[in-house]
């Protein structure tokens, strides 16, 4: 099983100059494809879904290692770099930041139109991972980007980060469909307040998730799971808020 995990940034503003996000795609692009040419488009989703590997990739192409900002220009450096060979590579990123985001549904929808893959059932994954780091989680953390990373084989990495303008931190969660069995079940560390559990995908709130009549827990996201789809283990980078 491949691993997922998270990273706990300091959350910084600002814009990544031209020069740099036009190096930055032609550096990430070079890489990418190496890693596709000699390992296979499954070892590059793997190494996207381990936020260490991440981490150190964006740092290599350019970015600061210390910044959220580093999971925007990624994946934003990614997405154009990548796209315009997307069909010869057979990998394809759709999402970002933002209205971007919103678009990753009719951009998965129109890669299933040009090969095999079921474009619904890559929505609803898409949905669902958003929907459950940003809500049923409960850390704090609302979601900004999204970015969504599929092959023409139907495998897929999700990449999505949210903010918490009050502890002034950004949390990047990742998802790999070779490392999930199921949606509902500890995705990831649950919050918590006073010791009571607040995340409703922790096993410990199964009780709880079983008598929301109202909510989509019982059914619609039992009937939308993947045999595939927990994450075994979870790979976790908590920055300091001060360079050391």
Request: glycine share 8%.
């Amino acid at each position: 099983m491949k691993r997922s995990g998270s990273a706990d940034l300091p959350l910084h503003g600002g814009r990544v100059p031209p020069w740099l996000a036009s190096r930055m795609a032609t550096l990430g692009t070079a890489i990418a494809e190496s890693v596709i040419h000699h390992y296979g488009r499954a070892a590059f989703l793997s190494r996207l879904s381990d936020p260490f590997w991440f981490q150190a990739f964006g740092t290599v192409m350019g970015m600061d290692w210390h910044s959220s900002g580093i999971t925007t220009s990624v994946m934003g450096a990614l997405k154009r770099g990548l796209n315009p060979r997307a069909d010869e590579l057979g990998l394809y990123i759709c999402g970002g930041r933002g209205e971007q985001s919103r678009r990753t549904p009719d951009e998965l929808r129109s890669i299933a139109d040009r090969t095999s893959v079921d474009g619904e059932a890559l929505v609803r994954t898409s949905r669902l991972t958003a929907r459950i780091d940003n809500n049923a989680i409960a850390d704090g953390f609302q979601i900004y980007l999204h970015s969504f990373v599929v092959t023409r084989e139907g495998e897929w990495a999700v990449v999505q980060q949210g903010m918490n303008e009050g502890m002034r931190l950004a949390r990047r969660y990742h998802w790999h469909s070779a490392a999930v069995r199921d949606f509902t079940a500890n995705p990831t560390r649950p919050s918590s307040v006073n010791h009571v559990v607040r995340s409703a995908t922790w096993s410990m709130a199964a009780p709880s998730r079983r008598r929301m009549p109202c909510s989509p827990w019982p059914e619609r996201i039992r009937q939308e799971r993947s045999p595939r789809c927990a994450v075994l283990s979870c790979r976790r980078i908590m920055m300091s808020a001060r360079r050391t």
